[in-house]
């Protein structure tokens, strides 16, 4: 037996896979069957290590499901293993972490309870959406970065004149950092999201400095694809040559993955944190270097 073992999450499983390999860890895998009320039930297929266990589980939709069956995987390994490592590569609920209008909970803070009752030992997350919401958490809390892996994929590409564009300002240290790995310039669109209904506007008006060139858009995340959308058709009526989507987390909610493509986007690159066809990008080894 490996001096630690690693627990596959339902939502996870394939990652937890590579991550074992990597480690040389004993993967447990779980087996769950949701009842027709909503309740998961798990079964885990292995023995838990004494010494340290890692559990790989997103969160991503149904997210209550996957939520909780993660806190039931970290509560069932520090039964037997005294370091529980979580790796939640993608952090449903991290957009909830402030009270953008009054009266709303802040679920981060929530989370940041839950697990620590649990009992994990450190948590890890990929490409977190804002670092604030790890700040309510009073376990060691560690994001790791998807960006040079989704620089190494775009190297590869060949494209003309590239210039990378964060769909708003939130992203622009992302995009920066995208953009000087990549070795080229980048642009923020300034974007306004109505807090209530949701809606997306780019305020910016002109980018002369586009016409003709290859474009990146980065953002940490797409979910119904309102703002990678309302950017391709701002970019497209710059003139761009073509845009091209890198993205950590596709959850591409509601067909927004066909929405995406109508609205001109010629590829979308995401990363194996929540699996799919857009997934071409594989966090394994930055995240195994980031346990060890
Ligand atoms: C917003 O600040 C985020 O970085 C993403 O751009 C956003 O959450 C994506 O959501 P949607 O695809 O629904 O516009």
Redesign the pocket.
């Known amino acids: 037996m490996s001096k630690f073992t690693v627990i596959g999450g339902n939502s996870s499983q394939d990652l937890a896979k590579k991550l074992s390999k990597k480690l040389k860890a004993d993967l447990i895998t779980s087996k769950v069957r949701v009842f027709p009320d909503g309740e998961s039930k798990i079964t885990l297929d292995g023995k838990l290590s004494k010494n340290k266990t890692i559990v790989v589980q997103s969160i991503y939709p149904p997210v209550d499901t996957n939520l909780i069956q993660t806190l039931s995987l970290v509560s069932k390994a520090k039964e037997s293993s005294n370091e529980i490592i979580v790796i939640i590569p993608y952090m449903g609920y991290a ?1 909830q972490d402030r009270e953008f209008l009054s009266g709303e909970i802040i679920t981060m803070k929530v989370l940041g309870i839950l697990f620590k009752g649990v009992g994990a030992s450190r948590i890890i997350v990929v490409d977190i ?1 804002s670092m604030i919401g790890l700040k309510h958490f009073k376990i060691k809390v560690k994001n790791v970065s998807a960006i040079p892996d989704l620089v190494y994929y775009f190297k590869k590409m060949k494209l003309k004149d590239p210039i990378v564009i964060s ?2 300002q ?2 622009k240290e992302r995009a920066k950092e995208f953009a000087r790995k990549f070795e080229c310039e980048y642009i923020a669109l300034i974007k306004h999201r109505d807090r209530k209904t949701g809606k ?1 506007q780019i305020k910016t008006s002109r980018l002369e400095e586009i016409k003709g060139r290859d474009l990146i858009l980065v ?10 959308i309302k950017a391709t058709e701002f970019l497209r009526k710059q003139k761009c040559r073509r845009v091209f989507v890198a993205c950590t987390h596709a959850l591409l909610i509601n067909g ?1 993955e066909k929405k995406i493509k109508k609205s001109g986007v010629a590829k979308i690159v995401s990363v194996n944190t929540i699996p799919g066809k857009t997934s071409l990008v594989d966090i394994s080894d930055t995240i195994a270097q980031a346990i060890k």
């Open positions: 957009r959406h769909p708003d939130g992203g997306v953002d940490d995340m797409i979910s119904t694809g309102g703002s990678i927004a």
